[in-house]
Each structure stands twice: as C-alpha cells, then as structure tokens.
T-cell receptor, first 114, second 114 residues
Framework: KAGVTQTPRYLIKTRGQQVTLSCSPISGHRSVSWYQQTPGQGLQFLFEYFSETQRNKGNFPGRFSGRQFSNSRSEMNVSTLELGDSALYLC?????????????FGEGSWLTVV | AQSVTQLGSHVSVSEGALVLLRCNYSSSVPPYLFWYVQYPNQGLQLLLKYTTGATLVKGINGFEAEFKKSETSFHLTKPSAHMSDAAEYFCAVSSAGANSKLTFGKGITLSVRP
C-alpha cells in the first residue's frame, strides 16, 4: 500500500512569507505527526493530530500551526518565515498514535527560506 | 522528560566488519525504543523497535538491538557491514500511552569502507 506522501518535496520561500505543507498518511492511519529536521537541532517534534484534534504539541512558536481533515490528511503552516525555518519537515503517520504503534515517515518537504 | 544520547556523530567501519551504534536513553517511565535509518535526501525508515517482551529485537537488513534496562541502553548491531548500510542512524524513545511523540538522538553517520 502507498506510504506517507508529502507535497511539495522542495520549495523556496522569502522571509516574511508563509508556507503550507501537505501530508497524506497511510490509508487507515488516523494519527499524523510533524517533525522538523535541521543540522543544528536535529529532529524535533512539532505536533500530532488525531481525529482532527491536536493531541500533542512540541516547543515551537505559534507561527507553526497545523490541522487535520476528516480523511486524516494533514497540513502544517508556517507564517512569517524566518531564515531559521529552513529545514526538512517530516510527516509521520501511525494507526492511532499510541506509543506501541509503528510510526511511518514520509520523504519530507525541503523548505529553504531566503 | 525523556532524552536520548548517541555518543559520537560518525562511525566508520570496513565492509564485513561488525557495526555497533550506541544509544542510551533517559526515561522516568518504561520506554518504547526505536532505531530509524535515513539515507541521503530521504525520510526515516524504521529498522526495529522495542515495546515489551523479548529484549533482543531483530529488525530489517540484518540489524538487531538489545534493550538493557540496567544500563538504560539500546545499542544497534549488525554482524557484517555492507556498503549499502552507509547512512545516518537515529535512536528514538517514546513513552506508553496515547503519546506517539518520538524524542530522537542527534544521529550517527555510518560510513563503510571497501
């Protein structure tokens, strides 16, 4: 079956702009999480959605937001982009978000802020 | 709070040699532990996970890891390295419950010499 799909794969934005990234989880998976990966900070948890509700949130400013739709697809938005937001953004899905679930990652969206 | 320590950022081995990547965790509750691999310009792929039960866990591509509670360790091993094993490896921890948040280590880059 199809894996976690993220779009777009690559994008370049200018400081001050906003960006929306999309994620389609594996069919049947209801939990979607987002992570930011940078060389300096490594992999950091942004937030998790389950049944259209944010269930868990990491330590990121309010400029980072997300949502989940009824079909479990998710989007994350970053407003007022800063240079430091340049990163690989990874989406992950699991069956119901419980810790024993296997978490599957997409290939990520590479965001460059100039 | 949970944390993961991966000592060293780079490990180099010869093809056919033993691979040993170290991971130590800190958790106030019984942990669930994971090893992921990331190839260049790709997302994360699960190698193996420990939830409960047998402490020696076998994963894909010949990798295995042993959960040692007394040492708070979950080291990853492979008896014989292949060139295709060259990648970045991440150890991660989560806790039980409706909390799929993964806390990752900084990652270790594995190089395999011919």
């Amino acid at each position: 079956k199809a894996g976690v799909t993220q779009t777009p794969r690559y994008l370049i934005k200018t400081r001050g702009q906003q960006v929306t990234l999309s994620c389609s989880p594996i069919s049947g998976h209801r939990s979607v999480s987002w992570y930011q990966q940078t060389p300096g900070q490594g992999l950091q948890f942004l937030f998790e959605y389950f049944s259209e509700t944010q269930r868990n949130k990491g330590n990121f400013p309010g400029r980072f937001s997300g949502r989940q739709f009824s079909n479990s697809r998710s989007e994350m938005n970053v407003s007022t982009l800063e240079l430091g937001d340049s990163a690989l953004y990874l989406c992950a899905s699991s069956l119901n978000g419980y810790s024993g679930n296997t978490i599957y990652f997409g290939e990520g969206s590479w965001l460059t802020v100039v | 709070a949970q944390s993961v320590t991966q000592l060293g950022s780079h490990v180099s081995v010869s093809e056919g040699a033993l691979v040993l990547l170290r991971c130590n965790y800190s958790s106030s509750v019984p942990p669930y532990l994971f090893w992921y691999v990331q190839y260049p310009n790709q997302g994360l792929q699960l190698l193996l996970k420990y939830t409960t039960g047998a402490t020696l866990v076998k994963g894909i591509n010949g990798f295995e890891a042993e959960f040692k509670k007394s040492e708070t360790s979950f080291h990853l091993t492979k008896p014989s390295a292949h060139m295709s094993d060259a990648a970045e490896y991440f150890c991660a921890v989560s806790s039980a419950g409706a909390n799929s948040k993964l806390t990752f280590g900084k990652g270790i880059t594995l190089s395999v010499r011919p």
